[in-house]
């Protein structure tokens, strides 16, 4: 399916954001760990929220669903995999997770996903699985791949290129017989999510040690309970209406957002106030005023996900905008660095690809055919720009957009962007 973006005056009005992805995978993997019946609401109810609780249900957990309500029937810490084959889609988080889950149980599973899920790398997590006595098998560290244990207590060390290694550990390692120690042998990128991460041992009551950001002693015979909990809007989301209302020049009201989220892509409330926009924040609403902007160097490394949108902010922003320390962003859906350089540049972007980021500086855009690489963050990034570029900007592959955002081009028809889906 491809969308049609064309030129928009002004947005005005309210738009809700769903459930944070981030959240609702966390919640599902412990909701399956529990001791106990645990309700989350307000999941994500689509993509990759979606493929997190197919494969919980693979893993022998029985789950009610009403919307994007979940009531799901725990496992008491010990997955019964029912499937010794499971299809995560396109959900990265979702594969790191249940690897480590396979791995606490004697059963061989296979995961394998789409064409780009079977980009992600996953050689660091299976060898640090292997570590603790996991056996893996896999294409060269990605998907299809298998892991059988059970792993044992002991010590690993594991790259940090993406949090999702360490997030991964972190929830499994508790359920095992004795302490585990775990080092972050490189630099660690995204630290806002391990924060999330901790925010489920914290309100599960897990025990652990943490030296500094790259050391951990997770203390093994412990349990998660049952829990009930509304997960919170999806800032990651959020940034895509805010930063399309700071380029067109419009006032909007993005709701469902918590200020006090451990989410790192909040963080673009800040980004968009250094350059230029006027924010309010009531409760679980923020309202964006726009103003003149101005380019600036953003460092990305803890909000990757921010670097497709806003590289389109950098295009209508005055000066440069350097946007860097984000290496992370070349092993996401795509190459996120070289992806977004060669659409802008199709749409008359003047936008130089770095080793680390992106180097964009204020562009007049015109519309044109853009691919979206079947990335969602791409794909509503590259709409937003036609929002603001002369003529048609037609972008391939818009129906990925749900892997995170259902009902985008909806909910963005509706506060007024011109956008058309054929």
């Known amino acids: 399916m491809k969308l049609a973006s064309g030129f928009t005056k002004k947005l005005e009005g309210t738009i809700i954001v769903p459930g944070s992805k981030s959240h609702t995978i966390r919640a599902a993997v412990i909701a399956m760990l529990a001791d106990g019946d645990s309700t989350i609401r307000n999941a994500l109810n689509s993509g990759d929220g979606l493929s997190a609780l197919s494969a919980i249900k693979a893993a022998g957990a029985r789950v009610e669903e009403k919307d994007t309500e979940w009531k799901v029937h725990g496992l008491g810490g010990k997955p019964k995999f029912k499937a010794s084959k499971i299809d995560v889609g396109n959900s990265g988080t979702t594969l790191r997770f ?18 780009s899920l079977r980009t992600r790398q996953m050689g660091p997590l299976l060898k640090s699985l292997e ?24 010590s690993t060390s594991v790259s940090g290129k993406t949090s999702q290694y360490i997030s991964s550990l972190l929830l499994a390692c508790p359920l095992l017989e004795g302490d585990t120690k775990i080092t972050i042998y490189d630099q660690l990128n995204e630290q806002p999510y391990v924060d999330v991460t901790l925010e489920w041992l914290d309100e599960q009551g897990i025990r652990y040690k943490r030296e500094g950001i790259k050391n951990f002693t997770v203390y093994g015979k412990q349990s998660y309970k049952s829990f009930s909990k509304m997960i919170p809007g999806d800032w990651s989301s959020a940034a895509f209406p805010l930063c399309a209302a700071a380029i067109t020049g419009s006032e909007i009201t993005v709701s469902g957002v918590d200020i006090n989220d451990s989410q790192g892509d909040k963080e673009i ?18 309202s964006i005023k726009a103003g003149n902007l101005k380019g600036r160097e953003i460092d990305l490394n803890s909000t990757p996900d921010l670097l497709p949108i806003l590289s389109i902010v950098g295009c209508f922003a005055s000066g440069k905008t350097v946007l860097k320390n984000v290496p992370q962003a070349r092993i996401k859906e795509t190459d996120r660095i070289a992806v977004m350089c060669s659409e802008l540049k199709k749409m008359g972007a003047s936008i ?14 015109h519309g044109a055919n853009v691919d979206g690489y079947k990335d969602h963050r791409v794909i509503m990034s590259l709409a937003c720009a036609g929002m603001c570029a002369s003529g048609i900007t037609e972008i391939k592959d818009a129906e990925h957009i749900s892997v995170t955002f259902p009902y985008f081009v909806e909910k963005m028809k509706k506060i007024g962007a011109n956008f058309n889906e054929n």
């Open 98 to 115: 249940m690897a480590s889950m396979a791995a606490i149980q004697e059963k061989e599973i296979t995961f394998d996903g789409d064409g």
């Open 131 to 154: 570590i603790l006595g996991a056996k893996t098998k896999s294409m060269n560290g990605f998907a299809p791949l298998s892991v059988k244990g059970p792993i044992t207590p002991g």
């Open 269 to 286: 409330i800040e980004i968009l106030k250094k350059m230029g926009c006027k924010i309010n924040i009531s409760g679980m609403d923020v």
């Open 352 to 365: 130089t690809e770095l080793e680390d980021g992106l180097l964009i500086e204020r562009s007049s855009l």
